[in-house]
């Protein structure tokens, strides 16, 4: 394995590295107590196990870091199937969709604080956010086997997780959603303020229509027009 040091890494661009870089990049962190208990928790050799058959499609980006703070005016959508940033992140759309080459899983690190107009998650993908995570619209998270963690606060006005909640170390303010939150270690949930009915009428669904898929559909097309 060839080593990597974190503060050798230049500032300010993402960075291709292996596996066993990114693992050890993940371990060389400055993180909070609530992130290491998290990050303990979590199997990462099953978060990585489809990386080896993945490293045979030349296309595909499976691990990226990014150092400094990363704004953009733009949407960000990560390349990497596993994408770790070591500062704050600050755009409009937060998209964590994989390529279509790499349907579900992989993972999202951010090191600091995130916020944005929308945040969308994925199937199968594992995000922590040592911060706060701030998206000032809609937080989507309702992707079977989807994972949010947050270690500080969460605030929307409109959260959309269904089964798929977010665990917070903090507070979780939500004016509307479908979902709840789960305080980290288990001490109780969070919900929105507005019940169900109110939130589905307020994103102009019908309860029972309202999937995931159409919830990012819409976002997409507000930042295609």
Not at 41 to 66: N, T
Not at 146 to 160: D, G, Q
Not at 176 to 197: P, R, S
Request: charged share 25%; glycine share 8%; aromatic share 12%.
């Amino acid at each position: 394995m060839q080593g990597i040091d974190l503060n050798a890494l230049e500032k300010g661009k993402f960075i291709q590295v292996n596996q066993s870089q990114f693992k050890s990049l993940m371990r060389q962190c400055v993180t909070s107590d609530r992130y290491r208990k998290a990050y303990v928790r979590i199997d990462w050799d099953v978060v990585f196990a489809d990386a080896y058959e993945k490293e045979r499609k030349e296309d595909l980006v499976l691990f990226q870091v990014y150092v400094g703070d990363m704004v953009s005016n733009e949407p960000i959508r990560p390349e990497g199937w596993n994408c770790l940033v070591l500062g704050d992140v600050k755009a409009p759309w937060v998209d964590l969709s994989n390529p279509l080459s790499c349907a579900e899983g992989g993972s999202f690190i951010v090191i600091g604080n995130v916020e944005c107009e929308h945040f969308s998650n994925h199937w199968g993908k594992i995000v922590i956010v040592d911060g706060d995570l701030v998206a000032h619209k809609l937080l989507l998270n309702a992707f079977e086997d989807a994972s949010l963690v947050v270690t500080r606060n969460i605030r929307t006005e409109y959260f959309f997780g269904r089964e798929s909640g977010a665990v917070v170390g903090g507070t979780a303010q939500m004016a509307y959603g479908n979902g709840y939150c789960e305080a980290i270690g288990g001490k109780g949930t969070i919900q929105a303020k507005q019940d169900a009915q109110r939130s589905y009428a307020f994103l102009g669904f019908e309860e029972a229509s309202a999937r995931e898929t159409d919830v990012w559909d819409r976002i997409r097309r507000e930042y295609e027009e």
